[in-house]
């Protein structure tokens, strides 16, 4: 049952150039979506979020595009930096929905940022 | 800056055996959850906990699963007879404000079931 998807597993990109992050979900009630960074041998930290009355959500060098029509979302980092590369999850609530108050995650994408 | 802290980070035990994992969530925050990634898996809800209670629950908690918050600080996951399965990495979390705010996760406690 995957209902949040991230068909990428892996993203190689060039210092400077930008990374483009991509997920997909199935579930129409998911009203809340986010971004979460994971290195090795720690737990995930939290990037970005946005809600579903929004299309576009920019925190510094990062920026969450949502599609809700298409039930896709996509993160942009520009300028990647080394420091970027991490395993990226997308995880979706149906918080606002009342019905729920978990994170569904997707299985990640591991980016590289190339020096 | 406040952090979840998770204790042990690494537990080796039988199969059959109960394990505890141990969580101190950020203070002042009032949500509460665990969370596991099996190797090579996405990580995936199992509880959470609000107002001394468990607000919901996966599939995954079965009756084997327990979680408490005996003291206001501490926030277990006790796991009454573990299998083979259940070996994975546990991270607890919390948030001030339900999963609409940033959700602090632990470094997490790797679990291995022999």
């Known amino acids: 049952d995957q209902q949040v998807k991230q068909n990428s597993p892996s993203l190689s990109v060039q210092e400077g150039r930008i990374s483009i992050l991509n997920c997909d979900y199935t579930n129409s009630m998911f009203d809340y979506f986010l971004w979460y960074k994971k290195y090795p041998a720690e737990g995930p930290t939290f990037l970005i979020s946005?809600?579903?009355?929004?299309d576009k959500n920019e925190d510094g060098r990062f920026t969450v595009f949502l599609n809700k029509s298409a039930k896709h979302l996509s993160l942009h980092i520009v300028p990647s930096q080394p420091g970027d590369s991490a395993v990226y999850f997308c995880a979706a609530s149906a918080f606002y929905g009342g019905a729920t108050n978990k994170l569904i995650f997707g299985t990640g994408t591991l980016l590289a940022v190339q020096p | 800056e406040p952090e979840v802290t998770q204790t042990p980070s690494h537990q080796v035990t039988q199969m059959g055996q109960e394990v505890i994992l141990r969580c101190v969530p950020i203070?002042?925050?009032?949500?509460f959850y665990w969370y596991r990634q099996i190797l090579g898996q996405k990580v995936e809800f199992l509880v959470s906990?609000?107002?001394?209670?468990?607000?919901?629950k996966s599939e995954i908690f079965d009756d084997q699963f327990s979680v408490e918050r005996p003291d206001g600080s501490n926030f277990t996951l006790k796991i009454r007879s573990t299998k083979l399965e259940d070996s994975a990495m546990y991270f607890c979390?919390?948030?001030?404000?339900?999963?609409?705010?940033?959700?602090?996760f632990g470094e997490g406690s790797r679990l291995t079931v022999l």
């Open positions: 203070s002042n925050h009032l949500y």
């Open positions: 946005i809600s579903s009355i929004k």
């Open positions: 906990f609000y107002n001394n209670e468990i607000s919901e």
């Open positions: 979390a919390s948030t001030l404000t339900g999963p609409t705010g940033e959700l602090f």
